[in-house]
């Protein structure tokens, strides 16, 4: 599109700070239209590792919660290199849409589940080394428990 077009475009969608740099402009368009029809656009200037991946990163450069991975294979395939600035569609988050990626809630503001049932080690009577366990160190239904003993102890046995 030439800019007069982008101009027009953006007079149409309603855009009321229309930039004078034309990649602001088409940036602001993809915004625009992406809110429109609900697929998310990522855009950034392109951070590559030493270790062949990469991260989109607002301009500025500092690294954030909101940087957008770019995986090797994708940075082979399409010849992108440190610096170019790039806009795309984000098409699933964690294997879901877009929008339950939006959604859920941050892991700081999430609800402590404590456990409420023991999780009985115990299976024989005669069996004491469970039966132990249970009494001295009970562990509960959701929690990790580590065995810590020395070296030859035993440790797989219980």
């Known amino acids: 599109m030439t800019n007069a077009e982008l101009m027009v475009e953006a007079r149409t969608i309603g855009l009321v700070d229309i930039p004078q740099r034309r990649t602001e402009l088409a940036l602001q368009i993809l915004l625009?239209?992406?809110?429109?029809?609900?697929?998310?656009?990522?855009a950034g200037?392109?951070?590559?590792?030493?270790?062949?991946y990469g991260f989109l990163?607002?301009?500025?450069?500092?690294?954030?919660?909101?940087?957008?991975?770019?995986?090797?294979?994708?940075l082979r395939k399409s010849g992108m290199r440190q610096g170019d600035f790039?806009?795309?569609p984000v098409r699933l988050v964690n294997g879901r849409d877009i929008e339950f990626a939006r959604?859920?809630?941050r892991f700081e503001q999430l609800t402590v589940g404590h456990p409420d049932k023991q999780l009985t080690l115990e299976t024989a009577p005669n069996k004491l080394n469970s039966r132990?366990?249970?009494?001295?160190?009970?562990?509960?239904?959701?929690?990790?428990?580590?065995?810590?003993?020395?070296p030859k102890a035993g440790k797989t046995v219980i």
């Open 32 to 42: 625009a239209n992406s809110e429109a029809t609900g697929i998310a656009i990522g």
């Open 86 to 88: 790039i806009v795309g």
């Open 45 to 52: 200037i392109l951070d590559v590792h030493d270790k062949g």
């Open 103 to 105: 959604r859920r809630p």
């Open 57 to 74: 990163r607002p301009p500025g450069g500092a690294s954030s919660d909101d940087d957008i991975y770019v995986p090797n294979g994708l």
């Open 132 to 150: 132990v366990i249970d009494i001295i160190a009970p562990i509960g239904k959701g929690q990790r428990a580590l065995i810590v003993a020395p």
